[in-house]
């Protein structure tokens, strides 16, 4: 079966620190995978989205980037933190025949 | 560009009433809706997709072309329904995920 890992679960880091918040799938290929953030009075917003390796769509400008450097393996960072990068990230993933999404367990991020 | 609308932050229902869940949507092409559900210390999961017709957990979701809605409806709230719910459109090209604000509803004893 599939199954998602997100991690870690939990981070609390300085404003101007790197960021490198990690999630993999297993059970499944090529999978089209997912980074959002939900922000207090926002909702869910689509930061980063991938069809393949190598492949990385930004929805958002802003100061993270996202690496697919496996197939199953995605990645977001920042160089510098802000205090406004502060939310709840979350990954999904989805069949490249399914129109199912599944997320991970998130994490909840605050900058200081 | 494809959007997602949830005019309501949160809804506010006593047990046993009926509920319903606005969602209107903004597409060129033929999309694919969606509920999501987030119940307290969960995740994010699918509640149902408007392909399927289904009804699950007794919620029903209609999608309406002509007035670009697909809203979520319950006729007998229960206290369990308490939870954070999202509707989501697919587009056709890429089946990309663009997901409403969200609507918490509280459904009170």
């Known amino acids: 079966s599939q199954t998602i890992h997100q991690w870690p679960a939990t981070l609390v880091q300085p404003v101007g620190s790197p960021l490198s918040l990690e999630c993999t799938v297993e059970?499944?290929?090529?999978?089209?995978l997912y980074w959002y953030r939900q922000a207090a009075g926002r909702g869910l917003q689509l930061l980063f989205y991938?069809?393949?390796?190598?492949?990385i769509s930004s929805e958002v400008p802003q100061n993270l980037s996202a690496s697919r450097p496996q197939d199953r393996q995605f990645i977001l960072s920042s160089k510098k933190l802000l205090l406004s990068d502060s939310g709840f990230y979350l990954c999904?993933?989805?069949?490249?025949?399914?129109?199912?999404?599944?997320f991970g367990q998130g994490t909840r991020l605050t900058v200081v | 560009a494809q959007r997602v609308t949830q005019p309501e932050k949160l809804l506010s229902v006593f047990k046993g009433a009926p509920v319903e869940l606005k969602c209107n949507y903004s597409?060129?092409?033929?999309?694919?809706l969606f509920w999501y559900v987030q119940y307290s210390r969960q995740r994010l999961q699918l509640l149902l997709r408007?392909?399927s017709r289904e009804s699950i957990k007794g919620f029903t979701a209609d999608l309406n072309k002509g007035e670009t809605s697909f809203h979520l409806k319950k006729p007998f709230a229960q206290e369990e329904d308490s939870a954070m719910y999202y509707c989501?459109?697919?587009?056709?090209?890429?089946?990309?995920?663009?997901f409403g604000g969200g609507t918490r509803l509280m459904v009170k004893p």
């Open positions: 991938s069809v393949g390796i190598g492949q």
């Open positions: 989501a459109l697919s587009g056709y090209a890429g089946n990309m995920l663009t």
């Open positions: 059970g499944t290929s090529n999978p089209n």
């Open positions: 408007h392909i």
């Open positions: 597409y060129s092409g033929s999309p694919e």
């Open positions: 999904a993933w989805e069949g490249a025949a399914s129109t199912e999404a599944f």
